[in-house]
């Protein structure tokens, strides 16, 4: 009880009180009292100032009524000029969108679980511009075994030949959007509305719309210190300029957002030998391999697109699945399959030389040449999570036969193609009639 005793002894007051304390406040509490005062203050300001606030807007709203409506962030707005009169219907409307909609759902888990096996057509962006080939088109893949359609929206010319919205094409004005009437997402919605997949073809390095608009992103010529141009005429972009990537992805992006499935590098290389004199290239800005610079550019764009919900592919060299290195042009079939969730080698049996794994003439033996060429890829794929989606020949030999490919030789690339487990195919040149899936 000492602690206790001695607790009251020292608390205790010196004298007593002479009043109650709430007669003569201590100089604390009347601080407290104060600050109290001052806060309740300060809430019935803030009360009546929104209070006010809150009349001014629903009045505001209500007075502009009359000329604007507004719902779930679409403004639409009346042109007081264009009002025939009390009632007319002849009112001219603007509406703008001041929100973008976000997904309700994971796009990548939604990817994932709607996979559907491939089996398409190329349509070049000219031949996306004719509404009436198209029907054709689609007619074929209605009754056929195909399935989806592989659009060259960025082609290879470089033009980007929709309505895009990409900054950067926008900047350097290389959009030319003569795609189904310019109008992308009335053909992204046709084909949806004939349950057909839409894969987005996107010429990477062969430009000739950037390059001319910055020749500064183009190879140079060593010599003249202008554009390095092929035996054809046409220029590349600069693979180790990372604002040459930028431009790429953007359009990538962009098309991803408009309903495309699937975003398909195509051209996504160096010049090779047989496009012109190599001797005269120069790399501004090199800091790499051919290889790592093409890995890298996959690296910087599959992050962005996936989330999108679409799959990243690309187009190699057939024999890119036969060589351990890059074939000189910066295809190395493991490291671009670290960012790809499909790569599609170009095994046209019209590509390849006389005598190729002992075919005396390829075109005229595609069953061959295809399961030849494809041989090794089943086991190059192990362990990477990539699948192989090969393009296969569907036009004529242009060559010294003249091979005629019937659809019985373009099943025959499709058979040898299965035989090795691929399930998927690409064709290239034409639009067969391959008969019911």
């Not at 290239?281 to 550019?297: D, L, M, N, R």
Request: hydrophobic share 40%; net charge negative; glycine share 10%.
């Amino acid at each position: 009880m000492a602690e206790l005793h001695s607790h009251h002894r020292y608390s205790a007051p010196s004298r007593p009180s002479r009043a109650p304390a709430t007669v003569y406040p201590t100089r604390a509490r009347r601080k407290r009292m104060g600050l109290l005062i001052v806060v309740l203050a300060c809430v019935g300001l803030v009360l009546v100032v929104g209070a006010g606030a809150l009349v001014w807007y629903v009045a505001s709203l209500a007075g502009e009524s009359q000329e604007a409506g507004v719902a779930g962030g679409v403004t639409t707005t009346v042109d007081p000029g264009a009002v025939g009169g009390a009632g007319s219907e002849a009112q001219a409307v603007a509406t703008t969108v001041d929100y973008e909609l976000k997904p309700l759902i994971d796009l990548v888990s939604f990817r994932d679980l709607a996979y559907m096996p491939v089996k398409a057509v190329h349509v070049y962006s000219v031949k996306a511009a004719d509404k009436a080939s198209m029907g054709r088109i689609m007619d074929i893949i209605d009754r056929t075994e195909l399935n989806a359609m592989v659009v060259a929206v960025k082609d290879d010319n470089g033009r980007i030949a929709y309505n895009s919205l990409a900054p950067m094409a926008v900047e350097y004005n290389t959009v030319n959007p003569i795609i189904w009437g310019g109008d992308l997402d009335a053909l992204v919605a046709t084909l949806a509305g004939r349950n057909i997949i839409p894969i987005a073809r996107l010429v990477c390095f062969k430009d000739d719309g950037l390059t001319s608009a910055r020749p500064d992103l183009a190879i140079q010529n060593k010599d003249t210190g202008q554009p390095w141009v092929d035996r054809n005429g046409s220029r590349y972009l600069n693979p180790y300029n990372h604002e040459v990537w930028e431009y790429i992805v953007q359009v990538a992006e962009d098309v991803a957002k408009r309903g495309f499935r699937e975003i398909q590098f195509d051209y996504v290389r160096f010049p090779a030998g047989a496009d012109g004199d190599l001797s005269k290239v120069s790399y501004p800005g090199k800091y790499c391999t051919k290889e790592e610079a093409i890995a890298g550019f996959l690296a910087y764009a599959r992050p962005r697109l996936e989330p999108l919900g679409v799959w990243v592919s690309a187009d190699v060299f057939g024999y890119v699945v036969d060589v351990a290195g890059d074939m000189g042009i910066g295809q190395n079939m493991e490291k671009m399959c670290m960012n790809l969730d499909l790569i599609c080698p170009m095994v046209y049996p019209n590509l390849y030389e006389f005598g190729a794994y002992g075919i005396q003439y390829p075109p005229a033996e595609p069953y061959n040449l295809v399961k030849n060429a494809l041989a090794k890829a089943p086991g190059r794929l192990i362990g990477l999570g990539t699948k192989c989606r090969p393009w296969l020949q569907a036009h004529d030999d242009y060559f010294t036969r003249g091979v005629e490919y019937t659809a019985d030789l373009i099943k025959e690339e499709i058979r040898a193609a299965s035989e090795l487990g691929f399930d998927e195919y690409l064709l290239w040149g034409g639009y067969p009639d391959l008969g019911a899936g």
